[in-house]
Every structure is written in C-alpha cells, then in structure tokens.
C-alpha cells in the first residue's frame, strides 16, 4: 500500500475535534490523577500544621494557667504562713502578758500579805514590848516611890505614857 | 537530490460520514493519543503514594511541578483564575511532549496545525466568553465598532486572528525545526553519499587514510598535539567507513554522516524551540484571558 502524506499544512476537521476532546479528557486526567491529589496531600499537611500551632497555643496557655494558678497558691501559702506567725506572735505575747501580771499579781498579794505579817508583828512586839514595859514601870515605880498603887488606876496611865513614847519613837 | 516535506502520514480514510465528510486518520491523531497515554502515565505514576510527612524524591518532584505551575499562574492572572491552571498545565506539558516526542524519531503532533488550532480555539471560547462576562454581550459586540462604525470588519478580523496567531506562531516554529531538521538529513545524507562513495570506489585509498588517521592519533598522542589526535581519529574514522563502504551491500547503504552530527540543530529546533513554544504558548494563553476579563 501506497503512503499517503498530508500537505503541510492540511485542515483535517477530525483531527481538530479530536485534539479538542483529547485535550479536555486530558485536562481531567491530569486534575484527577495529579493536581487533585497534590492539592489534598498540601491540604492536608496546612491543616497538620495549623493543628501543631493550635496545639501548642493551647498547651502554652495551659502552661500560663497553671503558673498562675500557682503563683496564687504561694500568695495565699505566704499569706497564711504570716498570719499563723502573726496570730502565733500574739498569742505568745497574750500569754507571756498574762503570766507576767499574774506573777506581778502574785508579788503584789505576796508583798501586801508580807507586809500585813510585818506590821501585825509589829503591833504584836510593840504591845509585848508596851505591857513588858508597863509591868517593868509599875515594878520600878512601886519601887520608887514605895507606894502601893492600885494596880487597874496605874494601869491606864503607863499606857498612855507608852503611847506618847511609842507615837515618839 | 531529490527531497519532499509533507505533513503527517494517513493511515486511514474514510469516506461519508456525516456532517464531516470524507476524514482522515492521521499520524497526528495517533501520536497524540500516545502523547495522551506517557502524560497520563507520568501523572498517575506522580499522583500516587503521596504522604504527608517524611515525603520521596518522586513527591517532592511532583509538588514542585505542582509549585511551579501555580506560581506561573499567579505570577500573570493573580489568584481569581485558579480555576484555568489545570488547562494552562496541560496544554503546558502536552505541547511540551509532543515537541520533543519528535527526539525520539515519532512524527511530533504539533507539527500538525490542527493540533494548534484546537488548543487555540479553546482558548479563544474561553476570552469570548470572559469579553462578555465583563462588558455584557451588547458592550462586547459594541466594543467591535469603536472607535468608529466602519472599523467593524478589522475589529471583527483582529479577534479572530486572536486564535489563528496563537496557533500559527507555535505551528510554524515547529514546522520549521522539523524542515530544517529534514534539509539537514537531506544534505548530509548526500554529502555521506558522495564522500564514502568516493572513498568505497578505491579500498586502497581508503585503507591508507585509515592508516594515517591511526599515525595522525599515535603520533598526536605521544606529543599531546590534540588537534592532531582530533584529526587523526577523524581520518581513521572515515578510512574504516569507507573501507567497510567498498563492500557494498547495508554499509554503501548507510548515510554514515546523518550519525550524530544533526544533534547540533537538534539542539535547538527541537530541545529549545520545543520548550520554549509550550512557554510561549501558555504565556499567551493567561495574557489573553486576564486581559479579556480585566
């Protein structure tokens, strides 16, 4: 069989429609088989990435809440460690107070009782002293001036006489 | 010499088919099926097992056509065509392998104007239709009477020459790599022809500018004279070939000279024209629709 050639440049309406129909299928095949599937693959690894940064804002985040959430705890674990001191300061200083006025207290009546015995004692010598003294006076007396002196007249003069001596001394 | 360029081989004709005609089964068509069969091949082959992480060399490819192809797109019709990248990519890569299947000795469909032209059309419906979108029908068929009425015919020729200039600038750069390529292994062909039948014609001469050749390459050699070794090798070439022509038969047959040597025009009618056409081509194409819509 004979070979048959186109002039060079022919108007072949076939190969036209053809070539036009040849170009769309191969527009879809290379959209469906490549660029589709490109694109899917590049979707995919955009949303894997946008998910990293999400999760890692979150994780951030999560991170600054619990630094805060702590950072309040130690306040309040400051706060309260200085009002158990302060509270602890005042209760020592209550009592060491007490204490202190109690034994002051304590002193005083110790003192005032002390004193109450040192002056009854007192009084108690003093009046030893005064009818030691009496008796010694009449009996001097008697002596002196010889005379038998009712004992209860005389009595009351040489208390008197003590007094005046005693308010002296 | 005699020599003929035609245009693409019938393989079939069929006569009375409706509304067409009697049509052609050309080699055009054939190959560009083939072209059809290696793209979709190359996309299946690139568009499967792609992974999200820890990707392969082939993925890695595949994204950066993919990469490259909308940066094209964007870089000449911003971001609102996104919908055109995939018949801008591949009227792209199917130019891009019809023009250099013709390496490989296959009759390159684009050297067939109807290839073109389809394209083109295509594109053309795809300007119309933005033309209008933007002004309205009655604003696109006024917009062929300015500036004045009479100046209808010229503004009606010059949008449709829109299609046939696109297509004719990618025709013609082809049809004319494959003619010069064609006038090459023509005159080579004859020059092998006359050279070796010349050489074939007396064995002895032949035999003794081998034996030069091979004088020429040990002495070139030993004197690290390298156009000396250069033209030595040369001349022990054509002794041998012309030697083996004298016997006649497949080698007397032979255009030893058609090996190699039309590389260097091949170089650039088929590798750097063929790129440079689809380049082209698509160029025009994102010019011509971001123009027709803004």
């Known amino acids: 069989m004979e070979t048959i050639y186109q002039s060079l440049v022919a108007v072949e309406p076939l190969t036209l429609i053809a ?151 | 010499m005699e020599m003929s360029i035609n245009g ?19 080699q055009t068509l054939v190959v560009s099926w083939l072209v059809m069969i290696i793209i979709s091949a190359l996309c299946v082959w690139l568009g499967s097992n792609l992974k999200v992480t820890n990707i392969s060399r082939k993925q890695a490819a595949a994204e950066s056509i993919y990469k490259a192809l909308v940066n094209f797109v964007h870089d000449r ?39 073109e032209l389809g394209w083109a059309l295509v594109v053309f419906v795809i300007i119309t239709y933005h033309k209008v979108k933007a002004s309205g029908i009655g604003g696109y068929l006024k917009g062929f009477l300015d500036p004045i009425f009479v100046m209808a015919p010229i503004n009606v020729m010059a949008e449709l020459f829109t299609p046939i200039s696109m297509a004719c600038r990618h025709f013609g750069n082809i049809l004319s ?60 070439v054509l002794g041998v070939l012309g030697f083996l022509t004298s016997f006649g038969g497949v080698f007397a047959k032979f255009p030893w000279l058609t090996v190699g040597l039309p590389a260097i025009t091949s170089f650039y009618f088929d590798w750097f024209t063929g790129c440079i056409q689809a380049f082209i081509f698509c160029t025009l194409t994102t010019m011509f629709i971001k123009q027709a819509a803004g």
């Open chain 1, 19 to 169: 070539n036009i129909c040849n170009l769309f299928i191969q527009m879809l095949i290379i959209k469906k088989f490549f660029l589709d599937k490109i694109i899917a693959v590049l979707d995919q690894r955009r949303q894997a990435a946008d998910k990293e940064i999400t999760d890692a804002e979150q994780a951030k985040q999560e991170a600054m809440d619990i630094k805060k959430t702590y950072e309040a705890n130690m306040l309040q674990a400051n706060a309260k460690a200085n009002e158990i001191l302060t509270s602890a300061q005042k209760t020592a200083a209550e009592r060491s107070e007490k204490i202190i006025g109690e034994a002051q207290q304590a002193a005083a009546q110790i003192k005032s009782k002390a004193s109450a015995d040192i002056a009854q004692e007192k009084k108690k010598a003093i009046n030893d002293a005064k009818n030691e003294i009496s008796g010694l006076a009449l009996a001097i007396a008697g002596k002196v001036v010889e005379k038998e002196l009712a004992q209860e007249d005389q009595a009351g003069l040489i208390d008197r006489f003590i007094d005046e001596l005693g308010d002296q001394v």
């Open chain 2, 8 to 26: 693409a081989k019938i393989l079939a004709t069929f006569e009375n088919v409706p509304i067409l005609g009697t049509v052609h089964v050309t």
């Open chain 2, 77 to 115: 019709m911003g971001t609102e065509f996104d919908r055109y990248i995939p018949l801008v990519g591949t009227i792209f890569i199917t130019s891009l392998i019809s023009n250099l299947i013709s390496l490989l000795g296959i009759w390159s469909p684009t050297a067939d104007l109807m290839t």
């Open chain 2, 177 to 236: 790599g494959t003619v010069i390529s064609a006038l090459v292994y023509g005159s080579l062909t004859a020059a092998s022809y006359a050279l070796f039948g010349a050489l074939g014609s007396s064995p002895i001469a032949a035999v003794v500018l081998a034996l030069i050749g091979a004088a020429m390459v040990f002495f070139g050699k030993k004197k690290g004279n390298k156009k000396l070794f250069i033209f030595g090798i040369v001349f022990a």
